[in-house]
């Protein structure tokens, strides 16, 4: 036995050692079905090339997401990382709970301006950078080739400009009856990020720059919204109706998110193409844009090291284009965007996608602050006023900003 | 009386109307769960005329639903046999006996129900969590034994019961937990039903409270399940109602078992309806 001994400790020691080691990480996330798979995948790919690292990953409904993100913040039962819509990040640094990364990006040597500039504006507080851009998604346009078709126009030409939408719509109601272009106007989120667009089209924005007051009630944002009341009332080429129309066939052109590029083809019996969302005559190209943020909660040193250096693999570019592809998230990085690989699969695998790629550039986040949901809500509900004409596109603007402007004090 | 057939067909189509507006929404979901994805828009939407079971397959892969079955099954039971036995106990002490403060108490019960569920939700998470209680069973259950709804049900029932019946057993020599156990209880199917269909469709239609206390997909009920299909970015129609259909049988056949107790308890507890 005595000889033993020795070997023994060591054994012992070894097994102390590598229990300190053995970590475990948790990650609440809400990415469904296969994008779940996909991501449960490259975790399995990183536990196997980091032994002694487990990161459980918990699927949380995205609509709960936020709510159960409290609750735990409350009662200080955070999982390690999470992610989070972008909107709700503000919320989310403002509460304390998550760690400053600035450290370990310099440490890494992260290459931010690799990063599309417009997911970057969130996850900041008192210039601190709290959370990582990991997804995004954004608007562009979807046509109905079967109905350009029957209109007479040439299927594979979508409109470039605002000006060409109206012409096109026009023909398309004329010969066949149908909307030539569906808008959301419903209210809410939905009618709101659409409509941005088109203000960002005309050079306005949403708020001003030091994000204090409501800039969207500008001459940009007048022209934004008389341009919506017109496609109604003078083009006659729109109508206020639940959304849907162009899913069913009864419109011919839509905005709508790259998500649809997977579930347009599952839904709907007739050929689409997809295009940059078009802009006005000396306007500006520009989408909106939608996606996910990575952040870590406050623990112990080494439990936010092993989080990190997740992140970080997580984020370089050979991950990410395995992730875009997987998922058909639209890039985060210049470095995704350009590799060979993923664009060969856009081209061959997932056509529809690419003009929502090479919009990217163009996209611009909404507001990033607290409030900006109840903000949103307002906007909203004085565009479906104009759209009713009940108010000019000036009054509704301008009663919109007076009841915005106390959510930004 | 001579019924009038005008009247009798008049009111059978009232009748029927009513059962077509109840059955509607179950119509949907069972012919939508039977389309190809491509078809979700198209009539007709009440009555199925493709047959995709793949879909049904399909779903039940997706995700581990015997186990969301399971859970979903274990925290009703618990659930409804707590809210029924505690419930009928408050209900018989507020109803019959006599204590200080009781009338006071029974009406801060009964204020419970007006506060709003999102107001206790984080103070009852704390509670949980410091139990140390998270992703248990015990928390999907324990905080929902009592009900202040099921405890105003037993004590009007128990009022109607007349006291000529304890009083009886009183002089035979009954105390107050025999005359509750073996007089009001066999007396009191009826309501015992009513409490029980309320404790198990809350029970197995909750979703935030189980979404909140469990973190493993092990310990998740089918309601959190079926929050699998509702993604972010699009809903998988066809799927999310091929599991809900599947998710609404134990509830429907529950439904049915209980209303058949509940006119047995009617005719047999020698009341007056």
């Known amino acids: 036995m005595r000889k033993y001994t020795p070997t023994f400790l060591a054994v012992i020691l070894f097994s102390v050692f590598s229990l300190s080691l053995a970590q475990k990480l948790t990650f609440w996330h809400y990415w469904d079905g296969a994008n779940g798979q996909v991501l449960q995948n490259l975790i399995d790919q990183y536990q196997e090339e980091n032994p002694g690292i487990t990161i459980e990953a918990v699927f949380v409904p995205g609509s709960e997401l936020v709510s159960k993100l409290q609750t735990a913040i409350a009662g200080r039962q955070t999982p390690t990382m999470a992610i989070s819509d972008l909107v709700a990040m503000p919320f989310l640094t403002s509460s304390g709970a998550l760690v400053a990364l600035d450290d370990y990006i310099s440490e890494s040597n992260v290459d931010m301006s690799d990063y599309f500039a417009g997911p970057l504006v969130y996850g900041l507080r008192d210039g601190k950078r709290y959370s990582l851009p990991v997804s995004a998604s954004n608007l562009a346009l979807f046509w109905n080739k079967a109905i350009f078709a029957e209109a007479g126009l040439d299927p594979d030409t979508p409109p470039e400009t605002w000006e060409e939408l109206v012409e096109m719509a026009q023909i398309i109601k004329e010969k066949t009856g149908k909307w030539g272009y569906e808008l959301f106007t419903q209210g809410g989120e939905g009618t709101s990020w659409q409509w941005q667009v088109f203000l960002w089209n005309k050079g306005g924005d949403v708020l001003s720059g030091d994000l204090s007051s409501p800039a969207f009630n500008s001459e940009a944002g007048f022209e934004a919204l008389q341009f919506w009341v017109d496609l109604i009332d003078e083009y006659e080429v729109s109508t206020v109706a639940p959304w849907g129309l162009f899913g069913r066939g009864e419109a011919a052109m839509v905005m709508d998110g790259s998500w649809m590029t997977q579930f347009f083809p599952m839904q709907v019996n007739f050929e689409l193409g997809s295009a940059v969302f078009p802009y006005p005559e000396g306007g500006e190209i520009a989408t909106n844009m939608g996606g996910e943020q990575i952040f870590i909660f406050n623990t112990d040193p080494e439990t936010q090291q092993a989080a990190w250096n997740f992140i970080e693999w997580f984020s370089s570019t050979p991950v990410q284009v395995e992730w875009d592809r997987g998922t058909g998230f639209i890039p985060i990085k210049e470095s995704v965007a350009n590799d060979s690989t993923y664009i060969a699969w856009v081209k061959n695998a997932r056509p529809l996608l690419l003009p929502f790629v090479e919009s990217m550039p163009y996209a611009n986040p909404r507001p990033p602050v607290t409030k900006y949901p109840q903000i949103s809500d307002t906007l909203a509900n004085y565009i479906v006023e104009a759209l009713y004409g009940r108010m000019s596109p000036q009054e509704a603007l301008n009663t919109a900003a007076q009841e915005a402007a106390p959510l930004l004090r | ?273």
């Open chain 2, 1 to 273: 009386m001579k019924t009038n057939p005008l009247r009798s067909v008049l009111t059978h189509l009232l009748l029927l109307t009513g059962a077509f507006i109840s059955a509607m929404p179950f119509l949907w979901m069972v012919t939508t769960s039977l389309k190809p994805a491509g078809v979700l828009y198209q009539a007709p939407l009440l009555i199925p005329t493709y047959f995709e079971w793949s879909n049904y397959v399909e779903a039940w892969k997706a995700a581990p639903f015997p186990r969301f079955f399971l859970n979903s099954a274990i925290m009703t039971i618990g659930i409804t046999l707590g809210q029924t036995l505690f419930s009928a106990m408050a209900g018989y002490a507020f109803a019959r006996l006599r204590f200080p403060g009781r009338d006071v108490l029974f009406f801060l019960i009964l204020g419970t129900m007006m506060i709003p569920f999102p107001v206790t939700l984080i103070p009852s998470f704390l509670i949980i969590a410091d139990l140390g209680w998270l992703d248990t069973y015990q928390a999907l259950i324990v905080p929902r034994v009592v009900s202040a709804f099921a405890i105003f049900l037993f004590r009007q029932f128990f009022l109607s019961i007349p006291q000529e019946l304890e009083e009886a057993a009183l002089i035979d020599g009954a105390n107050r937990v025999v005359i509750f156990a073996r007089i009001i209880l066999p007396l009191s199917t009826p309501v015992m039903a009513a409490s029980a269909i309320f404790s198990f469709l809350f029970a197995w239609n909750d979703f935030l409270w189980p979404l909140i206390v469990t973190n493993s997909t092990e310990m998740r009920p089918i309601q959190v399940g079926l929050a699998f299909f509702q993604g972010q970015y699009g809903i998988f129609w066809t799927l999310l109602m091929a599991a809900t259909v599947l998710a609404t049988i134990p509830a429907i056949l529950a439904f049915l078992v209980a209303q058949q107790r509940f006119i047995e308890g009617i005719t047999s507890s020698g009341l007056k309806g």
